[in-house]
């Protein structure tokens, strides 16, 4: 049998905790969930005296995380990163890293201002590399903190960055015996940041015969705006595969660069916002592909950042339908872009060789008459922008600026498909969202690193999140659905990956066996009506001296919930004496006054929870207690010691009574097999001034009567036992006894 025993004293420190609620944000766009590093449950790897942890390459077929740091680079076991599996020292700013078809990889790093590429290969633990010293200009950037991008499609290197050093010569290229790159012409590139590249395979299966695309996303600076200061717009180009560049005019340049603006329209923002990440995801064929791009503003005063969604049949239409953007020269020096309304050669300047392409007898770019490609020499800039999916972002947010996004598909019970959002922060998270007609769900913010080690990276494999910063990278499951402690908890989260199962009584991830008629999910509603009834949680005893500050605490378990505070049976306002924060109501210079019943419940969409309830008494003057009553107030490490003192009498005597040294007034049973309500009157009648005594033998009862209390308690236990001694708010020690003392 085990006793948990509390020991409870208060303590006059005052320190400051969150207010409820957040400031100026709309309630859809609170992180219901707030998980702290301390139990984001995630796997950190990270070496002494290497940083940067910045790219990462998943080989699902070895089963490994291919991790690329400053100068070294790790092969880890992709089920757990703490398992280091090789290392290669290489001396060299890793920033490319792709997977080839023959196995190999091909590895690409700054090496000290000379960009330099090399290929490298995994077996019998070592990753190898075997020094070919191939150039890296064009591929990889100079300076490390240069964006870039990179894709590499059947072993040929895509990839966008700066040719030179000072990154004024910005290129998207190719790097093949065709190789062909972007013109050097501010029309084309003009001052880019370059994010994101994908390549999508649309040749296989196009009925008009069309290629093959690789897509750029990047931000540069506008031309097309009567704008006296500099002005940045985001941007998406796209080139076909198959273009080998023209016969005379734009040799061995894309014949097939196009480029437009990409819009993600925020309220209230004058400037556009940049892309700052893009995932791409295809459910089924190329036409089903959505870029998902984060977007943060583009001047520090504004703290919105925003994910819009681009689905590839409205790049597609721009690119292929759109108007062009001309140049005219306005006033002798003035160059204005306007949209170009006369007609426009055939083929299509920009089009690849598709279908139409081949019967007018050009079977590829090297066809292309000189009209069509002077046309989109001078010409890459589409007038229309691609516009986000619904005409407005999926989620905007003030706070931390977005950095990366991935997305994940999941499969709800109801075998609906639903696309889970991995956003990851400047200040070190990683929100979890998923968008239900037009409404945002944020489930939880995980909090993975320190607030200034902004996420770099995210890759996801079929179950996990591995996310990079410079300081270390953290492996996280993307169904963690035993953090929803309650139904209440589990089925108001709209977690798609979650569902309460009636039977195992517990937060389960869903699974293919799992039935509507036992596991309760509403995703779109949040519908918990089925949720199994919830008992009140017994009450904890709290004793105080008079004038204490007192703190009870109460933890929901949602960011979203209202909590309320009740004195016996009568709701708490904010006064001189009470102060309710996020975690806790404070009970300023108590008096007999504040003595009574006390319970925390939350209210999140009407569904009401009661969270805890406690019993506060003032000590009385009488036996043991009067004695501490002369203590001074201020030494409370005595009365510490003093109450641990009489508890450990208490133990005694319990244990005493359990080996049946004396006898049961009571219960006629064994203490072992007796019930709280036993014990509790044990501990009453024996030794009636140790009211705290009997107070811990029922949050033991509490927290043994698991069901539907299992959250808030335990939870509760692991608030008082990180306090003790540190804090000092409050000091909750247990003593857990298994058998001896
Ligand atoms: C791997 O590295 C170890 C130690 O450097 C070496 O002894 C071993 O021969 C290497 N294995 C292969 C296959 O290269
Ligand atoms: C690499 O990490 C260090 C340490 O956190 C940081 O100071 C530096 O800015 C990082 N370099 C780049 C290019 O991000
Ligand atoms: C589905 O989940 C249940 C309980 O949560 C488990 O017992 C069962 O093995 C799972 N089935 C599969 C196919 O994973
Ligand atoms: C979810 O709740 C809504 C509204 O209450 C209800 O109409 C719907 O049937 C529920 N869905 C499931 C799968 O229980
Ligand atoms: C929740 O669903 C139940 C049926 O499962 C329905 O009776 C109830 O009205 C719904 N509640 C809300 C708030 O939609
Ligand atoms: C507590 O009460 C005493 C007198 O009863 C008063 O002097 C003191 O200012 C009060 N402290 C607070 C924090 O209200």
């Known amino acids: 049998m085990m006793f948990l025993l509390a020991v409870l004293c208060v303590f006059y420190i005052w320190s400051p905790s969150t207010l409820t609620g957040g400031l100026g944000s709309t309630p859809n766009t609170i992180p219901r969930k707030t998980v702290p590093i301390s139990s984001n449950g995630g796997r950190l790897f990270r070496e002494e005296g290497v940083w940067n942890y910045t790219i990462m390459l998943l080989r699902e077929d070895l089963n490994m995380l291919i991790l690329g740091a400053r100068e070294t680079i790790f092969a880890l076991d992709l089920d757990d990163i703490t398992v280091k599996k090789a290392m290669n020292d290489c001396k060299n700013y890793i920033r490319i890293l792709h997977k080839r078809n023959d196995d190999r990889m ?7 201002f000379i960009p330099t590429c090399d290929y490298m290969s995994y077996a019998d633990g070592n990753l190898t590399l075997e020094g070919k010293q191939e150039d890296g200009k064009g591929k990889c950037p100079f300076d490390p903190s240069q964006r870039y991008t990179s894709e590499m499609v059947d072993g040929v290197l895509y990839s966008a960055t700066s040719l030179n050093f000072r990154g004024s010569e910005p290129v998207m290229m190719r790097s093949s015996e065709e190789s062909i790159r972007t013109e050097f012409s501010s029309t084309w590139l003009n001052e880019p940041n370059f994010i994101h590249m994908a390549h999508i395979r649309e040749g296989k299966s196009n009925p008009e015969g069309d290629d093959d695309k690789l897509y750029l996303f990047f931000s540069e600076t506008a031309v097309e705006y009567d704008s006296y200061t500099k002005m940045d717009v985001s941007r998406v180009a796209r080139v076909c595969k198959g273009d080998l560049g023209g016969q005379r005019t734009l040799q061995r340049k894309w014949t097939s660069f196009l480029k437009a603006r990409l819009d993600c329209p925020v309220p209230n923002n004058n400037l556009p916002l940049l892309v700052q990440d893009v995932f791409h995801l295809c459910p089924s064929d190329w036409t089903t592909c959505v870029f998902y791009a984060v977007f943060t503003p583009q001047l520090d005063s504004s703290q919105y950042s925003a994910v819009c969604a681009y689905k590839i049949e409205d790049i597609k239409t721009v690119f292929s339908k759109g108007k062009f953007k001309a140049s005219v020269t306005v006033e ?40 069509t490609l002077q046309f989109i020499k001078d010409k890459p800039l589409m007038d229309q922008a691609v516009k986000a999916s619904g005409e407005k972002p999926l989620l905007v947010k003030r706070g931390a600026a977005f950095t990366r996004i991935v997305v994940a598909t999941a499969t709800a019970l109801d075998r609906t498909s639903h696309q889970v959002m991995f956003i990851g922060t400047k200040s070190g998270s990683v929100l979890k969202a998923v968008n239900y007609n037009s409404e945002m769900a944020i489930m939880e913010e995980i909090q993975l690193f320190g607030p200034s080690e902004p996420v770099k990276i995210l890759r996801l494999s079929n179950t996990k999140l591995y996310v990079g910063s410079d300081v270390g990278v953290v492996q996280l499951s993307i169904n963690e659905c035993g953090r929803y402690h309650t139904c209440l908890d589990c089925v108001l989260a709209r977690d798609p990956y979650c569902g309460w199962d009636l039977n195992a009584d517990q937060c389960s991830t869903i699974n293919s066996t799992h039935r509507t008629s036992t596991v309760i999910q509403n995703l779109s509603y949040g519908n918990a009506s089925r949720c199994p009834q919830i008992e009140d949680s017994k009450s904890v005893s709290v004793s105080f001296f008079h004038g204490n500050t007192v703190t009870l605490w ?13 004195l016996n049976g009568r709701p708490i306002k904010a006064s001189n004496t009470f102060q309710i924060l996020s975690d806790s109501l404070m009970i300023f210079n108590a008096t007999a006054d504040a003595s009574g019943y006390y319970t925390c419940s939350s209210v999140e969409r009407n569904y009401q929870t009661q969270h805890v309830a406690y019993d506060l008494k003032m000590w009385s003057a009488s036996g043991t207690t009067a004695l501490l009553h002369n203590v001074k107030e201020k030494e409370n490490t005595l009365v510490a010691m003093v109450v641990l003192l009489s508890l450990i009498l208490a133990m005694l005597v319990i244990w005493n009574l359990y080996k049946g040294h004396f006898p049961l007034p009571f219960c006629h049973r064994r203490v072992k097999d007796m019930e709280n309500r036993c014990e509790q009157s044990l501990y009453e009648n024996q030794l009636p001034e140790h009211k705290i005594a009997s107070s811990t033998v029922n949050l033991n009862s509490n927290n043994n009567h698991v069901n539907d209390q299992r959250y808030s308690s335990s939870r509760e236990r692991d608030r008082l036992s990180t306090t003790v001694g540190s804090s000092g708010q409050i000091t909750l020690k247990y003593i857990d006894d298994e058998s001896e003392i």
């Open 554 to 566: 109460c933890q929901p378990y949602s960011n979203l919930a209202q909590v309320q505070w009740q």
């Open 332 to 371: 002798t020096s003035f160059v204005k872009w306007v949209m170009y309304s006369a007609d426009v050669p055939d083929p299509r300047p920009g089009a690849c060789i598709d279908n139409h392409a081949r019967e007018m007898g050009f079977t590829k770019s090297l066809d292309l008459p000189d009209k």
């Open 106 to 112: 091909y590895v690409c790093g700054t090496k000290a």
